[in-house]
């Protein structure tokens, strides 16, 4: 039988992503807030905001490869970085013309890829 672990972020979650360490959960909520989760206890380690979602779309969030940095996506075609631990902004994006609708990070190279409703797929190294 599996173990199954239920968090209630009060909020509508559009998207989840687990840390390569599979220690942490990131859930993307409509109220344009990530938010870090831990997978044991399920406490709010930190949260990010500064990306936009007042359209309700489905924004996707990730890790980098190396765990100490969190990725968005924003309706305004923007991609957010911020520091994991810190929980501080360190890069933004002008990434595409229209909503991103989803972002990834290598597994090994330090290297992302993004695509949009603008139909382009971008791949950053």
């Not at 959960?25 to 500064?50: F, K, M, N, P, W």
């Not at 489905?58 to 890790?63: D, M, R």
Request: with cysteine; hydrophobic share 40%; charged share 20%.
């Amino acid at each position: 039988m599996a173990r199954v672990s239920v968090d209630d972020l009060g909020l509508p979650i559009t998207s989840l992503a687990l840390s390569n360490d599979s220690k942490c959960i990131l859930a993307a909520c409509l109220e344009a807030v990530l938010r870090l989760l831990d997978c044991e206890s399920g406490e709010e380690l930190q949260h990010y905001t500064a990306h936009s979602n007042k359209k309700s779309f489905k924004l996707p969030a990730t890790f980098t490869t190396s765990d100490a940095f969190v990725i968005g996506g924003s309706e305004t075609g923007e991609v957010f970085i911020w520091d994991l631990v810190e929980g501080n902004l360190v890069s933004k994006l002008q990434a595409h013309s229209k909503v991103i609708c989803s972002v990834d990070y290598h597994p090994i190279d330090t290297c992302m890829l993004t695509s949009s409703a603008d139909g382009i797929a971008k791949l950053w190294k």
